[in-house]
Protein backbone atom coordinates (compact mmCIF):
# COMPACT_ATOMS: atom_id res chain seq x y z
CA UNK A 1 0.00 0.00 0.00
CA UNK A 2 2.71 2.22 1.00
CA UNK A 3 4.56 1.89 -2.86
CA UNK A 4 0.72 1.90 -4.55
CA UNK A 5 0.45 5.68 -2.43
CA UNK A 6 3.82 6.77 -3.38
CA UNK A 7 3.01 6.06 -7.39
CA UNK A 8 0.34 7.77 -7.15
CA UNK A 9 2.41 10.90 -5.76
CA UNK A 10 4.80 10.50 -8.15
CA UNK A 11 2.77 9.70 -11.51
CA UNK A 12 0.89 13.54 -10.57
CA UNK A 13 4.16 14.84 -10.40
CA UNK A 14 4.71 13.63 -14.27
CA UNK A 15 1.89 15.18 -15.08
CA UNK A 16 2.60 18.41 -13.40
CA UNK A 17 6.01 18.63 -13.34
CA UNK A 18 6.51 19.81 -10.10
CA UNK A 19 6.48 18.24 -6.65
CA UNK A 20 5.25 21.22 -5.05
CA UNK A 21 1.61 21.51 -6.43
CA UNK A 22 1.83 17.51 -6.59
CA UNK A 23 1.88 17.57 -3.03
CA UNK A 24 -0.92 20.06 -3.01
CA UNK A 25 -2.62 18.06 -5.26
CA UNK A 26 -2.32 14.74 -3.92
CA UNK A 27 -3.47 15.94 0.02
CA UNK A 28 -6.52 16.99 -1.18
CA UNK A 29 -7.36 14.12 -3.26
CA UNK A 30 -6.46 11.69 -0.29
CA UNK A 31 -8.84 14.34 1.97
CA UNK A 32 -11.34 13.75 -0.48
CA UNK A 33 -11.25 10.29 -0.04
CA UNK A 34 -11.32 10.06 3.59
CA UNK A 35 -14.01 12.77 3.55
CA UNK A 36 -17.31 10.66 4.38
CA UNK A 37 -15.49 8.84 6.88
CA UNK A 38 -14.83 12.34 8.62
CA UNK A 39 -18.72 13.21 8.29
CA UNK A 40 -19.42 10.76 10.00
CA UNK A 41 -17.14 11.26 12.48
CA UNK A 42 -17.92 14.79 13.17
CA UNK A 43 -22.00 14.02 12.90
CA UNK A 44 -21.31 11.65 15.86
CA UNK A 45 -19.04 13.84 17.99
CA UNK A 46 -21.95 16.56 17.33
CA UNK A 47 -24.18 14.38 18.51
CA UNK A 48 -22.68 13.60 21.65
CA UNK A 49 -22.05 17.35 22.49
CA UNK A 50 -25.79 17.64 22.65
CA UNK A 51 -26.71 15.73 25.17
CA UNK A 52 -23.67 16.80 27.38
CA UNK A 53 -25.75 18.83 29.68
CA UNK A 54 -27.58 15.42 30.49
CA UNK A 55 -24.31 13.73 31.22
CA UNK A 56 -23.50 16.88 33.59
CA UNK A 57 -26.10 16.22 35.34
CA UNK A 58 -25.83 12.12 35.69
CA UNK A 59 -22.29 12.91 36.86
CA UNK A 60 -23.17 15.30 39.20
CA UNK A 61 -26.90 13.10 40.54
CA UNK A 62 -24.55 10.05 40.88
CA UNK A 63 -21.41 11.34 41.63
CA UNK A 64 -20.82 8.74 44.79
CA UNK A 65 -22.45 5.81 42.98
CA UNK A 66 -20.30 5.03 39.86
CA UNK A 67 -22.26 1.97 39.04
CA UNK A 68 -25.91 3.77 38.49
CA UNK A 69 -24.04 6.75 36.98
CA UNK A 70 -22.81 3.96 34.26
CA UNK A 71 -25.91 2.89 33.68
CA UNK A 72 -28.21 5.77 33.79
CA UNK A 73 -25.48 7.18 30.66
CA UNK A 74 -25.92 3.97 29.28
CA UNK A 75 -29.67 4.17 28.96
CA UNK A 76 -29.46 7.56 28.19
CA UNK A 77 -27.15 6.54 24.46
CA UNK A 78 -30.06 4.43 24.04
CA UNK A 79 -32.77 6.89 24.31
CA UNK A 80 -30.88 9.22 22.00
CA UNK A 81 -29.81 5.99 19.57
CA UNK A 82 -25.81 7.14 20.04
CA UNK A 83 -23.57 5.37 19.96
CA UNK A 84 -20.30 6.09 22.67
CA UNK A 85 -18.04 5.23 19.79
CA UNK A 86 -19.98 6.56 16.89
CA UNK A 87 -17.20 10.00 16.43
CA UNK A 88 -13.98 7.76 16.82
CA UNK A 89 -14.70 4.72 14.85
CA UNK A 90 -14.50 6.62 11.17
CA UNK A 91 -11.72 8.26 12.72
CA UNK A 92 -9.85 4.90 13.86
CA UNK A 93 -10.75 3.20 10.21
CA UNK A 94 -8.94 6.68 8.59
CA UNK A 95 -6.36 6.60 10.59
CA UNK A 96 -4.04 3.36 8.86
CA UNK A 97 -4.93 4.90 5.68
CA UNK A 98 -3.22 8.49 6.84
CA UNK A 99 -0.34 6.16 8.21
CA UNK A 100 0.35 4.68 4.77
CA UNK A 101 -0.09 7.73 3.19
CA UNK A 102 2.72 9.82 5.69
CA UNK A 103 5.11 6.38 4.55
CA UNK A 104 4.79 6.68 1.25
CA UNK A 105 5.40 10.86 1.27
CA UNK A 106 8.62 9.75 3.45
CA UNK A 107 9.70 7.49 1.20
CA UNK A 108 9.42 9.47 -1.51
CA UNK A 109 10.55 12.55 -0.33
CA UNK A 110 14.18 10.13 1.04
CA UNK A 111 14.42 8.86 -2.39
CA UNK A 112 14.60 12.28 -4.15
CA UNK A 113 17.17 13.90 -1.36
CA UNK A 114 19.22 10.79 -2.36
CA UNK A 115 18.87 11.08 -5.92
CA UNK A 116 19.94 14.78 -5.23
CA UNK A 117 23.17 14.11 -2.96
CA UNK A 118 24.54 11.43 -5.79
CA UNK A 119 24.27 13.99 -8.35
CA UNK A 120 26.00 16.57 -6.54
CA UNK A 121 28.63 13.96 -5.44
CA UNK A 122 29.03 12.92 -9.07
CA UNK A 123 28.35 15.88 -11.72
CA UNK A 124 28.59 18.76 -8.76
CA UNK A 125 25.52 19.78 -9.60
CA UNK A 126 22.58 19.16 -7.57
CA UNK A 127 18.80 20.20 -9.39
CA UNK A 128 16.70 21.16 -6.73
CA UNK A 129 12.99 20.81 -6.55
CA UNK A 130 12.00 24.29 -6.16
CA UNK A 131 8.30 25.47 -5.29
CA UNK A 132 7.86 29.20 -4.63
CA UNK A 133 10.38 30.45 -1.72
CA UNK A 134 11.69 27.42 -1.25
CA UNK A 135 15.17 26.71 -2.99
CA UNK A 136 14.64 22.76 -2.29
CA UNK A 137 11.32 21.19 -1.09
CA UNK A 138 13.19 17.82 0.25
CA UNK A 139 14.94 20.46 2.86
CA UNK A 140 13.46 22.16 5.61
CA UNK A 141 11.40 25.57 5.18
CA UNK A 142 13.86 27.19 7.10
CA UNK A 143 16.45 29.79 7.37
CA UNK A 144 18.64 27.47 9.47
CA UNK A 145 19.21 25.03 6.58
CA UNK A 146 20.63 25.39 3.03
CA UNK A 147 19.83 23.77 0.14
CA UNK A 148 22.09 21.14 -0.04
CA UNK A 149 21.59 18.20 2.46
CA UNK A 150 23.79 18.06 5.68
CA UNK A 151 24.70 15.27 7.06
CA UNK A 152 21.63 14.20 9.59
CA UNK A 153 18.85 14.60 6.62
CA UNK A 154 21.67 11.84 4.63
CA UNK A 155 21.89 9.96 7.30
CA UNK A 156 18.27 9.24 8.22
CA UNK A 157 17.32 7.89 4.68
CA UNK A 158 17.13 4.00 5.29
CA UNK A 159 19.11 1.65 3.47
CA UNK A 160 16.43 -0.07 1.51
CA UNK A 161 16.01 3.62 0.14
CA UNK A 162 20.02 4.02 -0.70
CA UNK A 163 19.69 0.42 -2.47
CA UNK A 164 16.16 1.07 -4.95
CA UNK A 165 18.05 4.72 -5.76
CA UNK A 166 21.45 2.59 -6.86
CA UNK A 167 19.35 0.13 -8.38
CA UNK A 168 18.00 2.56 -10.71
CA UNK A 169 20.75 4.97 -11.27
CA UNK A 170 22.24 4.89 -15.04
CA UNK A 171 25.57 2.58 -15.43
CA UNK A 172 27.92 5.24 -16.05
CA UNK A 173 27.09 7.14 -12.43
CA UNK A 174 27.44 3.82 -10.58
CA UNK A 175 31.19 3.58 -12.58
CA UNK A 176 31.68 7.38 -11.11
CA UNK A 177 30.42 5.83 -7.62
CA UNK A 178 32.78 3.04 -7.42
CA UNK A 179 35.58 5.24 -8.54
CA UNK A 180 34.82 6.66 -5.60
CA UNK A 181 34.80 3.86 -3.38
CA UNK A 182 30.38 3.40 -2.86
CA UNK A 183 28.90 0.31 -3.82
CA UNK A 184 25.61 -1.35 -3.62
CA UNK A 185 26.96 -2.67 0.13
CA UNK A 186 28.09 0.21 1.37
CA UNK A 187 25.93 3.23 -0.37
CA UNK A 188 24.42 5.23 2.72
CA UNK A 189 24.47 9.02 4.08
CA UNK A 190 27.10 7.60 6.27
CA UNK A 191 29.50 7.03 3.43
CA UNK A 192 28.67 9.71 1.12
CA UNK A 193 28.65 12.73 3.47
CA UNK A 194 32.32 12.73 3.81
CA UNK A 195 32.94 12.91 -0.05
CA UNK A 196 30.28 15.25 -0.58
CA UNK A 197 32.34 17.64 1.98
CA UNK A 198 35.17 17.87 -0.28
CA UNK A 199 33.16 18.72 -3.36
CA UNK A 200 33.58 22.17 -4.26
CA UNK A 201 29.79 22.75 -4.83
CA UNK A 202 29.36 21.35 -0.97
CA UNK A 203 32.42 24.39 -0.06
CA UNK A 204 30.78 26.86 -1.87
CA UNK A 205 27.53 26.40 -0.56
CA UNK A 206 28.62 25.85 3.07
CA UNK A 207 30.83 29.42 2.94
CA UNK A 208 27.70 31.09 2.69
CA UNK A 209 27.08 31.19 6.57
CA UNK A 210 26.40 34.21 7.72
CA UNK A 211 28.44 36.42 9.85
CA UNK A 212 25.94 36.38 12.62
CA UNK A 213 26.41 35.15 16.16
CA UNK A 214 25.04 31.72 16.78
CA UNK A 215 21.86 31.43 18.02
CA UNK A 216 21.30 29.87 21.88
CA UNK A 217 17.75 27.66 21.80
CA UNK A 218 18.69 26.27 24.96
CA UNK A 219 20.24 22.50 24.20
CA UNK A 220 22.15 23.81 20.89
CA UNK A 221 22.95 26.53 18.79
CA UNK A 222 22.11 27.25 15.55
CA UNK A 223 23.40 29.30 12.76
CA UNK A 224 21.22 31.04 9.83
CA UNK A 225 22.15 31.01 6.49
CA UNK A 226 22.66 34.13 4.25
CA UNK A 227 21.26 31.52 1.15
CA UNK A 228 18.65 29.61 3.16
CA UNK A 229 16.10 26.78 2.04
CA UNK A 230 13.14 28.91 3.44
CA UNK A 231 12.08 31.70 5.59
CA UNK A 232 9.86 29.37 7.82
CA UNK A 233 6.73 30.20 6.32
CA UNK A 234 5.20 27.19 6.53
CA UNK A 235 5.88 26.00 9.72
CA UNK A 236 4.38 28.85 10.88
CA UNK A 237 1.27 28.78 8.55
CA UNK A 238 1.25 25.19 9.68
CA UNK A 239 0.73 26.45 13.27
CA UNK A 240 -1.72 29.27 12.61
CA UNK A 241 -4.05 26.72 10.55
CA UNK A 242 -3.86 24.17 13.30
CA UNK A 243 -5.39 27.24 15.47
CA UNK A 244 -7.83 27.74 12.73
CA UNK A 245 -9.14 24.17 12.27
CA UNK A 246 -9.36 23.84 16.57
CA UNK A 247 -11.22 27.15 16.67
CA UNK A 248 -14.08 25.23 14.08
CA UNK A 249 -13.72 21.88 15.21
CA UNK A 250 -16.89 20.78 17.81
CA UNK A 251 -15.89 18.55 20.18
CA UNK A 252 -17.70 17.01 23.10
CA UNK A 253 -17.02 19.19 25.89
CA UNK A 254 -17.21 17.82 29.44
CA UNK A 255 -16.22 19.82 32.77
CA UNK A 256 -12.83 19.02 34.19
CA UNK A 257 -13.21 17.12 37.84
CA UNK A 258 -12.90 19.76 40.55
CA UNK A 259 -8.84 20.21 41.30
CA UNK A 260 -8.16 18.37 38.01
CA UNK A 261 -6.33 20.35 34.61
CA UNK A 262 -8.41 21.20 31.97
CA UNK A 263 -6.65 18.80 28.99
CA UNK A 264 -8.89 20.16 26.60
CA UNK A 265 -7.91 24.36 26.41
CA UNK A 266 -4.14 22.37 27.33
CA UNK A 267 -4.70 20.43 23.61
CA UNK A 268 -6.11 23.27 21.78
CA UNK A 269 -3.09 24.47 22.21
CA UNK A 270 -0.61 22.11 21.78
CA UNK A 271 -1.34 20.90 18.58
CA UNK A 272 -0.67 23.91 17.08
CA UNK A 273 2.79 24.32 18.99
CA UNK A 274 3.54 21.10 18.05
CA UNK A 275 3.20 21.86 14.07
CA UNK A 276 5.28 24.70 14.49
CA UNK A 277 7.77 21.77 16.06
CA UNK A 278 7.60 19.04 13.51
CA UNK A 279 7.11 20.91 10.45
CA UNK A 280 10.41 23.24 11.36
CA UNK A 281 12.07 19.42 11.88
CA UNK A 282 10.64 18.23 8.82
CA UNK A 283 11.24 18.71 4.95
CA UNK A 284 9.09 20.96 3.18
CA UNK A 285 7.11 18.37 1.44
CA UNK A 286 5.79 17.70 4.57
CA UNK A 287 5.39 20.72 6.21
CA UNK A 288 3.48 21.82 2.58
CA UNK A 289 1.22 18.31 3.04
CA UNK A 290 0.46 19.66 6.77
CA UNK A 291 -0.55 23.08 5.68
CA UNK A 292 -2.71 21.52 2.85
CA UNK A 293 -4.71 18.68 5.29
CA UNK A 294 -5.40 21.59 7.78
CA UNK A 295 -6.72 24.19 5.36
CA UNK A 296 -8.73 21.50 3.93
CA UNK A 297 -10.20 20.27 7.28
CA UNK A 298 -11.08 23.96 8.22
CA UNK A 299 -13.11 24.85 5.16
CA UNK A 300 -14.37 20.59 5.30
CA UNK A 301 -15.58 21.33 9.07
CA UNK A 302 -17.20 25.19 8.52
CA UNK A 303 -19.31 22.88 5.61
CA UNK A 304 -20.32 20.30 8.47
CA UNK A 305 -21.09 22.95 10.40
CA UNK A 306 -23.48 24.70 7.89
CA UNK A 307 -25.05 21.22 6.96
CA UNK A 308 -25.31 20.35 10.28
CA UNK A 309 -27.88 23.51 11.00
CA UNK A 310 -29.43 23.10 7.45
CA UNK A 311 -30.08 19.33 9.29
CA UNK A 312 -31.11 20.83 12.66
CA UNK A 313 -33.61 22.84 11.19
CA UNK A 314 -35.42 20.51 8.88
CA UNK A 315 -35.66 18.03 11.86
CA UNK A 316 -33.23 15.69 9.34
CA UNK A 317 -30.75 14.51 12.68
CA UNK A 318 -32.94 12.44 14.21
CA UNK A 319 -34.69 12.81 17.41
CA UNK A 320 -33.93 15.91 19.37
CA UNK A 321 -32.09 16.06 22.65
CA UNK A 322 -35.10 17.74 24.77
CA UNK A 323 -33.79 18.47 28.81
CA UNK A 324 -35.61 17.24 31.54
CA UNK A 325 -36.07 19.43 34.60
CA UNK A 326 -35.42 16.12 36.61
CA UNK A 327 -33.40 12.84 36.00
CA UNK A 328 -34.67 9.54 37.72
Known sequence: MTQFFANILTGINSLIGNYGWSMVIFTVLIKLLISPLDYKSRKGMRRTQLIQPEIAKLQ?????????????????YRKENISPMSGCLPLLISMPLLFIMFAAMRNVANMELAKQAIDLLVNGVQTNESWLWIRNLWMPDSPFYAAIADQQNLQIIPADIWAKVYAGLTDATRTALEGLGVNASNISGQTLFPLLQATEAYTTETALWHELPKLNLLITQMSIYAKPNGWFILPIMACVTQLLMSATTQQPQQPAAEGQPDTGKFMKYFFPVFSLFICASSNASFALYWVVSNVFAWAEQLIFNKVFEIQDRKGNTGKSVKEEDSIK
Do not use: C, G, I, P
Open 60 to 76: KKYANDKDKMNQKMAEL
